[in-house]
């Protein structure tokens, strides 16, 4: 069965630089969700998306914005990167806004900031 | 505040034996899920159970949810080298009666099976 995707999988960037990452939601499923995880953290929500609008917003920087496409694809852009921002970047697609339902995470995006 | 605790925070056995990890969250739920994470690796979706459910079972895995303390546990049977992972429970985050569906994820487990 089709997974979520996420490219790239791997990114090296340098500290005030932008990055953008992109998330392919398992085919039919409508919301998108952005997780931070920190080396040796629980993965931290940032944002989600349904029906190509904003559903929630949880500790999102500022530098950080995010939007959900009309194939319902996602990207999340990060400007002026900080070495903190050296993170992995999971994307979890489901069916329907409302919870209630699995959450299905993409092998994740590894970010470097030096 | 952190939704989710989970303890222990590691453990070690050995094949065959059985693992139990526990988890606590705050608020009010409306389900919780556990998944599975290899070092570094992406989250893998083990089982969900509803508020209203107590028990479910999917194949050497048991969970069990106690609302009224606000606690799960998830056991392994019958443990395997490859279950060695980091062991994560997530509730959703209930907003005014309904859900947005984002995870709170706990602490994790980090549990090492032993060949």
């Known amino acids: 069965a089709a997974g979520v995707i996420q490219s790239p999988r791997h990114l090296i960037k340098e500290k005030r630089e932008t990055a953008t990452l992109k998330c392919y939601p398992i085919p039919r499923h409508d919301t998108v969700y952005w997780y931070q995880q920190g080396p040796g953290q629980d993965p931290q929500f940032l944002i989600s998306?349904?029906?190509?609008?904003?559903?929630d917003k949880g500790s999102i920087p500022d530098r950080f914005s995010a939007q959900q496409f009309s194939d319902y694809h996602s990207e999340l852009n990060m400007s002026s990167l900080e070495l903190g921002d050296s993170a992995l970047y999971f994307c979890?697609?489901?069916?329907?806004?409302?919870?209630?339902?699995?959450?299905?995470f993409g092998p994740g995006t590894r970010l470097t900031v030096l | 505040s952190q939704q989710g605790e989970e303890d222990p925070q590691a453990l070690s056995i050995q094949e065959g034996e059985n693992a139990t990890m526990n988890c606590s969250y705050k608020?009010?739920?409306?389900?919780l899920q556990w998944y599975r994470q290899n070092s570094g690796r992406g989250l893998v979706h083990l089982i969900l159970?509803?508020?209203?459910?107590r028990e479910k079972h999917s194949g050497r895995l048991r969970v069990t949810l106690d609302t009224s303390k606000k606690s799960s546990s998830l056991l392994i049977t019958a443990s395997r080298a490859a279950d060695t992972a980091s062991y994560f429970c997530a509730t959703d985050h209930t907003n005014y009666g309904g859900s947005q569906g984002n995870l709170i994820f706990g602490k994790g487990t980090k549990l090492s099976v032993k060949p």
């Open positions: 979890a697609s489901s069916l329907g806004g409302a919870g209630f339902l699995e959450q299905f």
């Open positions: 608020t009010s739920i409306n389900n």
């Open positions: 998306f349904y029906e190509k609008m904003q559903s």
């Open positions: 159970i509803r508020s209203n459910e």
